[in-house]
């Protein structure tokens, strides 16, 4: 079934660097854009990033503009995100999401999730 | 960037009851506008895409309205599973931004 799987949250310092990947299956990644959500603890949804199913736009929230990269190797499958100047408000759960339009215009609507990957910003 | 504020914030319903969450934007999205439902622990889902439209595998008791500024989720019987948080999203321009959430809780 189509399933996507996030990874590499954990535990960083304010100002510090993390990669996350989302790597999918059961559908054909390269049809497809795809987006990263986040989820402070006890709030509510935030819209981080999208990339288009061949990488070459690419947008971002204005709270993580310039610290944030999303990208995309269609060859591996994954989907990336780099968190550079990380900060506490960035404390997270990071959700990987495909978006429901087999395009190349995407349509913003997201109906394929992972069950997220946990970043904590701590000193 | 467009602000989206769903109404009410929570509400209390019973099993059967007719449910009206309301989202609004802050600029007219025209039908950009999706629906999510979130349950404690778990990822959100797709429940309505362009306003109106039902994402494949979704009970029919959920229906969404509206275009511009104003939209409507309704759930015309609430069952058991329904019990969760609704968050209205819009798709209309980047960043895309989300409702602060409606959480509907048992009476």
């Known amino acids: 079934q189509e399933q996507v799987v996030e990874s590499g949250g954990g535990v960083v310092q304010p100002g510090r660097s993390l990669r996350l990947s989302c790597e999918v299956s059961?559908?054909?990644?390269?049809?497809?854009?795809m987006h990263w959500v986040r989820q402070a603890p006890g709030k509510g949804l935030q819209w981080v990033a999208v990339v288009s199913f061949d990488g070459g736009h690419k947008y971002y929230g204005d709270s993580v503009k310039g610290r944030f990269t999303i990208s995309r190797d269609n060859s591996k499958n994954t989907l990336y995100l780099q968190l550079n100047g990380l900060r506490a408000e960035d404390t997270a759960v990071y959700y990987c999401?495909?978006?429901?339009?087999?395009?190349?215009?995407?349509?913003?609507?997201?109906?394929?999730w992972g069950q997220g990957t946990v970043v904590t910003v701590s000193s | 960037d467009v602000q989206m504020t769903q109404s009410p914030s929570s509400l209390s319903a019973s099993v059967g009851d007719r449910v009206t969450i309301t989202c609004r934007a802050s600029?007219?999205?025209?039908?950009?506008l999706n629906w999510y439902q979130q349950k404690p622990g778990k990822a959100p889902e797709l429940l309505i895409f362009a306003a109106s439209s039902l994402q494949s595998g979704v009970p029919s008791r959920f229906s969404g309205s509206g275009s511009g500024t104003d939209f409507t989720l309704t759930i015309s019987s609430l069952e058991v599973e329904d019990f969760a948080t609704y968050y209205c999203q819009q798709s209309s321009t980047t960043p895309y931004s989300f409702g602060q959430g409606t959480r509907v809780e048992t009476k």
């Open positions: 059961g559908f054909t990644f390269s049809n497809y854009a």
């Open positions: 600029e007219s999205i025209n039908n950009f």
């Open positions: 999401a495909r978006d429901r339009a087999d395009s190349s215009a995407w349509s913003g609507a997201l109906n394929v």
